[in-house]
């Protein structure tokens, strides 16, 4: 396990005032989940953003002409997570790439067999390894509007958190804890907690799998009001990276009902991020 946080601060140019006043209370009016945020929490975000913006470059893909007002939407979101924890919880990473919308990833995997299998996959989000974050800017500006409307959903929570998860050099749900910041946290503890959350929702997610009746396809909008009644969007039932990335998306936009349903997760979750949304 490395220590992320005790590195030296890494040098930046403070660009705490590139959003000016006008974008940013936009911003704040915007983003309903920014509205918890204190004067004080407000105040060390918008210069929080100001120095992420002075190590990343954030570039167009697909013809996409990203302005100002984009970028700053994308920051803040990428900022909200780090607010308590500084800049250097995030692995070093230069770029940021924003396509209009979904894009296509080609994906490879080998079964036990040893067959190859290869295919082709849409996504909203993708965190490299040690390199870039590519997002669709239809999926970061907003939710989409015609799928699952009751959970929440935050494309660049979502794939922040994947760079959090990367901080002990493996995607496996359980970020790099600080010795200063989060003395109270333990990996063994976090894993126990972690795994018997995702077992759970997983068995939650095959009652209702179960429940939908045959002539209703599973993936169509038509069976989202079966989805509906889980504490979180399905999708976190993939493994406990993506438990760990959907749950953040909850923590941070619709902490309700992950509390209710997990108060072991959402209170480790308070602890690593070092604030606690249900209390603002």
């Known amino acids: 396990m490395r220590w992320p946080f005790a590195r030296s601060p890494r040098a930046s140019v403070d660009?705490?005032?590139w959003i000016?006043?006008?974008?940013?209370?936009?911003?704040?009016?915007?983003?309903?989940?920014l509205t918890r945020l204190d004067?004080?929490?407000?105040?060390?975000?918008?210069a929080l953003c100001g120095a992420f913006l002075a190590t990343k470059a954030i570039n167009g893909a697909a013809d996409l002409v990203v302005d100002d007002a984009m970028v700053a939407r994308i920051v803040v979101q990428a900022c909200l997570?780090?607010?308590?924890?500084?800049?250097?919880?995030?692995?070093?990473?230069?770029?940021?790439?924003?396509?209009?919308?979904?894009?296509?990833?080609?994906?490879e995997s080998?079964?036990?067999d040893g067959v190859v299998h290869r295919w082709r996959e849409f996504a909203s989000g993708e965190s490299w390894d040690d390199g870039p974050m590519v997002l669709a800017w239809d999926a970061a500006d907003v939710a989409p509007k015609s799928r699952m409307p009751s959970f929440a959903f935050n494309v660049v929570i979502h794939e922040f958190a994947h760079k959090l998860d990367a901080g002990n050099?493996?995607?496996?749900?359980?970020?790099?804890?600080?010795?200063?910041?989060?003395?109270?946290?333990?990996?063994?503890?976090?894993?126990?907690?972690?795994?018997?959350s995702l077992d759970d929702f997983i068995a939650?997610?095959?009652?209702v799998e179960r429940a939908i009746p045959r002539n209703v396809d599973p993936d169509s909008i038509r069976a989202d009001r079966y989805y509906a009644s889980l504490p979180l969007d399905a999708y976190a039932a993939t493994d406990v990276a993506e438990f760990f990335s959907v749950s953040s998306e909850s923590f941070f936009v619709a902490p309700d009902r992950l509390q209710r349903a997990y108060p072991q997760w959402y209170a480790l979750l308070a602890a690593f991020y070092r604030q606690d949304p249900m209390r603002r």
């Open 81 to 107: 997570p780090i607010l308590e924890l500084g800049l250097d919880a995030y692995p070093r990473f230069d770029e940021i790439i924003v396509y209009p919308g979904e894009f296509i990833i080609d994906r």
């Open 204 to 207: 939650r997610v095959e009652a």
């Open 169 to 196: 050099h493996a995607i496996d749900g359980v970020p790099a804890f600080s010795r200063r910041l989060h003395p109270g946290l333990d990996v063994a503890g976090w894993r126990d907690v972690l795994e018997r």
């Open 110 to 112: 080998t079964d036990e």
């Open 20 to 33: 000016d006043e006008v974008r940013w209370h936009a911003l704040l009016s915007d983003e309903a989940f």
């Open 39 to 46: 004067a004080d929490q407000r105040t060390r975000l918008r």
């Open 15 to 17: 660009r705490s005032d």
